[in-house]
């Protein structure tokens, strides 16, 4: 440990790996940060670093403790610089990490991130390693102060946890069992965003479309979660309605509903509810009814299916992504050969292919059939061509089409020699344009026309027929000759407008079912 220096004002870097759930904390532990006083740091080494970490990614504990390896010549030479360690890994590994690395001055887990200025002091003061690791969520994370990515697109979380027990996955280990916000805490939050000027929000959860099931029996739940289920529908269904009324937001997203949850009334809010985009993202992780029961899915390709047909029947420009996992234990080539149908019959605008690693601490660690590594790879390759030429061909049919662009900072990594730049359609696909004649911002939007297509991104080479200038873009401009964007984050998902990271080292988990 160095002794702190008490001169100036203490800066701070956040590195974010694993899913959206990692990175709405990161928001979470930079306002905690930034309400103690701490700024973000330049290009100066900060005085802080923290890592919120992952344990799911294969080699998680060995990208980090390289990481960490790498900083300790770096905080040597650093009097008073602090090293703390968040996130999924540390509530894994509690103790290992301080005797694998006994230069981390502070390890917190994933229920606890609300401590983590007081554990920095603390460990500043006595000189010694500070370790906190919570069993159960001590403050919803939605109640801590927060600095937002993005002055034009938001997350919202409406519940952490999980109650599935997925045999591939960690997570409700790591983030215990779902607990659900109250329907006007979210919508408040919701409204304050607005009011701030975000355009687009993104309602987040582990398993977000069991929203309802945290509060437990509906004759015993809050009158306001009664009150959205009048009717019959579910609490996830009720959410989406109610955010429709929400005068200003025009764009609503959701990430990640489970199938098995997947009820014909969400489907019904979806189409019904105008700002409710049309984009879907559904995990599939196989199409072999065998390897999902082996999975602990509760659900089935024709379940699966016809999810998809009841989605396209309501909502036919709808975009839907999935995720896929090649090689899990006990895989045929007949299995393999399932998940390849579903795809061809899904039509899945883009898919997140995983090849299956073991996870430590999760029943398919250790369950016979592990495949060879050759087998898997050979799997997976196959998967990414069919899906690359699926989503190609999903975006040929986007030629010629007007969309409406809500224009990003930075998402597409060419833009500037292209002289491009990029956003996001109603349905999530993601748009390089001309530059319109007219200045545009960051969160105002455009209407462009579609000139090609490619597997992974649209392209629109005409003048926008229309720029519509935002109270998000007013928000955008107004941030500007302020401190700089926070840290890059690495994700595995789509983006929803959010400024393009700045590169990391790895990237993380899906948070998706």
């Known amino acids: 440990m160095n002794a702190p220096?008490?001169?100036?004002?203490?800066?701070?870097?956040?590195?974010?790996?694993?899913?959206?759930?990692?990175?709405?904390?990161?928001?979470?532990?930079s306002g905690l940060l930034e309400d103690a006083g701490y700024v973000r740091a330049g290009e100066d080494e900060p005085d802080i670093i923290v890592f919120n970490t992952c344990a799911v990614r294969e080699n998680a504990d060995n990208k980090l403790y390289g990481n960490l390896g790498h900083l300790r010549p770096v905080k040597d030479g650093h009097p008073g610089m602090q090293i703390a360690v968040g996130g999924c890994l540390a509530q894994k590994d509690r103790d290992t990490i301080v005797k694998r690395a006994p230069w981390v001055d502070v390890v917190f887990?994933?229920?606890?991130?609300?401590?983590?200025?007081?554990?920095?002091?603390?460990?500043?003061?006595?000189?010694?390693?500070?370790?906190?690791?919570?069993?159960?969520?001590?403050?919803?994370?939605?109640?801590?102060?927060?600095?937002?990515?993005?002055?034009?697109?938001?997350?919202?979380?409406?519940?952490?946890?999980?109650?599935?027990?997925?045999?591939?996955?960690?997570?409700p280990a790591l983030r215990g069992k779902e607990r659900d916000r109250r329907p006007g805490e979210v919508l408040a939050e919701v409204e304050a965003l607005v009011a701030d000027g975000v355009l687009e929000i993104t309602l987040l959860g582990q398993n977000v479309n069991a929203y309802g099931s945290g509060f437990g029996a509906l004759a015993t739940a809050p009158q306001e979660v009664r009150d959205m289920t009048a009717g019959g529908q579910s609490a996830f269904a009720g959410l989406l309605r109610a955010c429709g009324d929400v005068e200003g937001l025009e764009r609503v997203r959701f990430t990640s509903p489970h199938p098995k949850d997947f009820t014909d009334d969400v489907i019904a809010a979806m189409a019904e509810t105008p700002n409710v985009m049309p984009s879907l993202h559904m995990p599939l992780q196989s199409g072999s009814d065998p390897v999902l029961k082996a999975m602990r899915r509760s659900y089935r390709q024709e379940r699966f299916l016809g999810i998809i047909d009841k989605v396209r029947a309501a909502i036919p420009d709808a975009a839907i992504t999935t995720d896929i996992i090649v090689g899990f234990p006990g895989e045929?080539?007949?299995d393999f050969e399932q998940t390849l149908h579903v795809v061809r019959e899904a039509r899945f605008a883009s898919a997140f292919t995983f090849q299956y690693s073991k996870r430590p601490g999760t029943p398919a660690a250790t369950m016979d059939g592990q495949l060879p590594k050759k087998v898997v790879q050979e799997r997976y390759e196959r998967l990414v061509a069919l899906q690359e030429q699926v989503s190609w061909e999903e975006?040929?049919?986007?030629?010629?089409?007007?969309?409406?662009?809500?224009?990003?900072?930075?998402?597409?990594?060419?833009?500037?020699?292209?002289?491009?730049?990029?956003?996001?359609?109603?349905?999530?696909?993601?748009?390089?344009?001309?530059?319109?004649?007219?200045?545009?911002?960051?969160?105002?939007?455009v209407t462009v026309e579609v000139t090609y297509a490619a597997p992974h991104h649209l392209v629109a080479d005409k003048p926008a027929e229309e720029v519509r200038r935002t109270r998000a873009g007013d928000a955008w401009e107004a941030r500007q000759g302020k401190p700089a964007a926070p840290q890059g984050v690495t994700l595995g998902m789509p983006g929803i407008g959010r400024p393009a990271p700045a590169p990391v080292a790895e990237s993380g988990c899906s948070i998706d079912q």
Request: hydrophobic letters at 30%; aromatic letters at 4%.
């Open 5 to 29: 220096l008490e001169t100036g004002t203490r800066t701070y870097e956040i590195r974010t790996y694993g899913c959206q759930m990692n990175v709405h904390d990161s928001e979470r532990l």
């Open 109 to 171: 887990g994933t229920h606890n991130i609300g401590s983590l200025p007081a554990l920095l002091d603390r460990a500043r003061i006595q000189d010694e390693a500070q370790i906190e690791i919570e069993e159960s969520l001590v403050t919803f994370p939605s109640t801590l102060p927060t600095r937002r990515e993005s002055p034009y697109a938001a997350w919202v979380s409406i519940s952490v946890g999980c109650n599935n027990t997925c045999t591939f996955c960690i997570v």
């Open 332 to 334: 045929t080539e007949e």
């Open 395 to 445: 975006n040929k049919k986007q030629l010629g089409r007007k969309l409406e662009v809500l224009v990003a900072e930075g998402e597409g990594r060419k833009d500037g020699a292209t002289r491009r730049l990029s956003g996001r359609a109603r349905d999530n696909r993601l748009v390089h344009f001309q530059v319109p004649e007219e200045p545009v911002r960051p969160g105002d939007m």
